[in-house]
């Protein structure tokens, strides 16, 4: 009997960090549940265009649309500041998975390069925690600024130094592999511009390197800012940790 993995995600388009793992487990005869948590209102995007994007992407990748969840759009929570709603968003969260026995999640790591991923990030802490069962619980990398100059940035790289407390999992792919997963870029046409940037990062990581990289995480959890120094969503989307600390403390001492 295969598992249940649930894949917790911020945005439409954030697959392609998980593309790897969603082709391995989809290999092994698991069955994946995707999660968005937010509206994707990205600019002038509209987010039924972002949320077909995921469908045809899934679809490559072999996860069925009945598997799904876009509770961000459904209930709008908003881009770039679901750290204010995040109880909100935990509840509905957990009323969509109700009857979903979970075995894993996947989520994006905890490491600053937009709000919205380490919100991801508390969220699946959160529903790890609520359970009775000893649920896994996987952490994967989109961006960070850890070390870098401005305006540059690291894509698919985990945090490899404190705070991160645990060691990383690296698992090697053919150059087949690599190409599939890269090639889910071509399905968000509408965010070409974010993937002008993001692109040469995960190709480098998927089929140069030819690696996915993980990190099973413990049940500890410490609120603190993922490295130090300035974090990427500080210096790009000019969010201050403390803005951001002060919309999720609460939650986090009560579901952490």
Not at 195 to 204: F, I, Q, S
Request: net charge positive.
């Amino acid at each position: 009997m295969g598992k249940n993995i649930v894949l917790i995600m911020a945005h439409c388009d954030d697959e392609v960090f998980f593309s790897a793992r969603i082709l391995q487990e989809i290999a092994l005869g698991n069955e994946l549940f995707c999660v968005y948590i937010t509206n994707c209102h990205h600019k002038f995007t509209d987010p039924k265009i972002r949320l077909k994007e995921s469908y045809n992407a899934l679809a490559y990748l072999g996860v069925a649309r009945a598997n799904i969840f876009p509770i961000g759009i459904h209930n709008n929570f908003p881009d770039g500041q679901s750290f204010r709603y995040i109880d909100s968003i935990f509840s509905t969260v957990q009323a969509a998975l109700t009857k979903i026995r979970m075995d894993e999640i996947l989520t994006l790591a905890w490491e600053g390069g937009h709000v919205d991923h380490d919100v991801a990030h508390l969220i699946a802490r959160a529903l790890a925690n609520s359970s009775s069962r000893n649920i896994k619980l996987w952490e994967f990398s989109a961006y960070h600024a850890y070390r870098c100059k401005k305006p540059w940035y690291h894509t698919m790289a985990l945090l490899s130094s404190p705070p991160a407390s645990s060691p990383i999992r690296e698992r090697r792919l053919t150059l087949w592999q690599g190409i599939h997963c890269f090639a889910v870029v071509r399905f968000f046409k509408s965010q070409w511009q974010t993937w002008l940037g993001l692109g040469l990062g995960c190709l480098v990581e998927l089929v140069l390197f030819r690696r996915e990289r993980s990190r099973l995480l413990p049940k500890e959890f410490s609120l603190k800012p993922p490295h130090p120094g300035s974090l990427l969503y500080e210096q790009r989307f000019k969010k201050s940790y403390e803005e951001f600390f002060e919309g999720v403390s609460l939650f986090c001492q009560t579901r952490l």
